[in-house]
């Protein structure tokens, strides 16, 4: 007998509560990823991707794989031996991209951040005077900070900007084209409100003309890709089998997001985050990432003296069936993760999460 479902507040760092037009539209039939009404589908996915990434990009689309996987895309498309990566670090996510790129063969020029601090977008320009590409996290998930992803883009030069856009999509304010960003990767489980499972990917042109030609990825290869996603419907060619159910919770959940209007959950992702710091600090506890780079969709706050982290994520899960997340690394005891995202982003979480770790540290 398989154990029985138990429903959670999903109030951790992702994945997030689902929007309930996301979850209704993963009991659709599995149809054919050849079929008319799927590549229906999947261009109209396309487009609410295009809107929610603010971006014209024809090869906009949702990769079969995690937010992991749309970073391996990106950085297996653009460069190979001895390109040189400058990778801003200020968190775990920023690490993962030097591995990644290091993994491409690419030469690795790393600048650190003190981790709750945003990016320094003067000091990533100046790390290099001629980069294949320049890389950063707009919302670093690990410590809750938002970086100017603008202000990169602004100095990139003849490089090519790649931006994680994970904990961003569907709930900050993201504008892939004004900014500058050549190639975008995302991931579904956060602000979208779907499952895990898709990373939301996003090529400007001038990224795919000098993209590496025959990368060491076949499945990632964008070039590839481009043929049975990008294609014109009817010229569709077989790449891989698309995860059909995948999609059609995506594209619910973008019709869910863009019918309530863009600015509107944008909004609402904001007044949550802002309410919940503001209660946090309320109660005396200490924020953890610098103010004026704290991201409304995933707060960081240490966790008082003399209190076990853990045991009081376990309070929370066993009484209130709500999850928060710890912090990571170093901060693994000291800090914890809270998200509002998706259709959690709302006054009724913030009061919800507030109440029950008072309960919790009383
Ligand atoms: N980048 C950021 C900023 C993330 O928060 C995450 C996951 O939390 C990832 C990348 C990796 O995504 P995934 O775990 O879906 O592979």
Not at 146 to 165: E, N, Q, R
Not at 246 to 267: F, N, S, T
Not at 278 to 287: H, N, P, S, V
Request: hydrophobic fraction near 45%; charge should be negative.
């Amino acid at each position: 007998m398989p154990a029985i479902l138990t429903s959670r507040f999903l109030f951790g760092p992702g994945p997030s509560n689902c929007y309930p037009e996301a979850t209704a539209a993963l009991a659709y039939p599995v149809i054919g990823h050849l079929d008319p009404v799927f590549i229906e589908r999947l261009d109209r996915t396309c487009a609410g991707l295009r809107t929610v990434w603010g971006t014209a990009n024809a090869r906009t689309l949702p990769l079969s794989a995690t937010g992991s996987g749309g970073m391996e895309a990106a950085f297996v498309n653009t460069v190979s031996n001895g390109d040189v990566a400058v990778v801003a670090v200020n968190g775990l996510f920023g690490e993962r991209m030097c591995e990644v790129a290091r993994r491409c063969g690419a030469t690795v020029v790393r600048v650190d951040h003190e981790w709750g601090q945003p990016v320094d977008a003067e000091r990533v320009l100046a790390a290099h005077p001629n980069p294949k590409v320049i890389a950063a996290v707009h919302a670093e998930t690990s410590v809750g900070v938002l970086s100017d992803i603008a202000a990169l883009g602004a100095g990139k030069g003849d490089a090519l900007l790649i931006a994680d856009a994970v904990t961003s999509i569907g709930g900050l304010e993201l504008l892939a084209d004004e900014w500058g960003i050549d190639v975008g990767y995302a991931g579904t489980q956060k602000c979208l409100g779907v499952p895990p499972g898709l990373s939301p990917f996003t090529v400007s042109e001038r990224a795919f003309e000098r993209r590496i030609k025959d990368p060491r990825s076949w499945y990632l290869d964008i070039g590839l890709l481009g043929g049975y996603v990008g294609a014109a419907s009817g010229a569709r060619t077989y790449h891989h089998t698309a995860p059909v159910t995948m999609i059609a919770g995506l594209e619910a959940a973008l019709d869910r997001i863009l019918a309530e209007g863009l600015g509107a959950v944008q909004a609402r992702h904001r007044a949550a985050g802002t309410a919940l710091q503001a209660g946090l600090q309320e109660m005396g506890l200490e924020l953890f990432a610098a103010e004026g780079a704290r991201l409304p969709s995933l707060t960081t706050v240490r966790v008082p003296d003399g209190v076990d982290s853990a045991a009081v994520r376990s309070y929370l899960l066993e009484h209130f069936s709500m999850e928060i997340g710890s912090g990571v690394r170093e901060f693994t005891d000291t800090v914890w993760r809270i998200g509002m995202m998706g259709p959690n982003a709302a006054p009724a979480s913030v009061t919800l999460v507030l109440g029950a770790l008072k309960e919790a540290l009383a």
